[in-house]
């Protein structure tokens, strides 16, 4: 069974950098999609960005000069980076697997 | 981007009753629609991928239909544990969009 874990830091001040990691546990890392989904406090879930098997990202038009998703395939890793952030970040992050396996989903809170 | 369409926003229903739930698409998606169910403080849970393939583990109560820009979830009898929030997404393009989201709540 795939198991998604996440850690990251949970309070940041704006325009610090938003850094999340999330390990996959008990399941072949290679040939799927890793995805970062965020969900601002009660509201809708937002696709932010995704990096497939062969390393190729995409992001959020609007998050595109922040954002960095990578992979280190040598430890079951994916990490997401958000620069500059601002309050319009607080949100709940997680990361996935195809959409099928999720992680438990970090809190991120941006306040001065 | 695709823009994605549910309806209703908020639904009350009791035990037992059939739900309906519809998501549009701003463009045909083919077949390349998900469905989530989302429980308070809890990640989503994928319940139909490609329109109408149930998920492993997935009680057969729920069921998918539709393609092109019209999609439909249903559960058959609603029981206590369903009440939750519901999603769609679409996979067919990037980025990729969820709908708003369907509050199912008890009546």
């Known amino acids: 069974q795939v198991r998604l874990q996440q850690w990251g830091a949970g309070l940041l001040k704006p325009s610090e950098t938003l850094s999340l990691t999330c390990g996959v546990y008990?399941?072949?890392?290679?040939?799927?999609?890793w995805t970062w989904i965020r969900q601002p406090p009660g509201r809708g879930l937002e696709w932010i960005g995704e990096?497939?098997?062969?390393?190729?990202?995409t992001y959020k038009p609007a998050l595109n000069s922040r954002l960095t998703i990578s992979v280190d395939t040598s430890k079951n890793l994916f990490s997401l980076r958000l620069t500059s952030v601002t309050a319009a970040d607080t949100a709940l992050y997680y990361c996935a697997s195809d959409f099928t396996y999720w992680g438990q989903g970090t809190l991120v809170t941006v306040s001065s | 981007d695709i823009q994605m369409t549910q309806s209703p926003s908020s639904l009350s229903a009791s035990v037992g009753d059939r739900v309906a739930i519809t998501c549009r698409a701003s463009?045909?998606?083919?077949?390349?629609l998900n469905w989530y169910q989302q429980k308070p403080g809890k990640a989503p849970r994928l319940l139909i991928y490609s329109a109408s393939s149930l998920q492993s583990g997935v009680p057969s109560r729920f069921s998918g239909s539709g393609s092109g820009t019209d999609f439909t979830l249903t559960i058959s009898s609603l029981q206590p544990e369903d009440f939750a929030t519901y999603y769609c997404q679409q996979s067919y393009a990037l980025p990729r969009t969820f709908g708003h989201g369907t509050k199912v709540e008890f009546k």
């Open positions: 990096i497939n098997h062969s390393g190729r990202t």
């Open positions: 008990g399941g072949s890392f290679s040939g799927h999609y």
């Open positions: 463009q045909s998606i083919s077949s390349d």
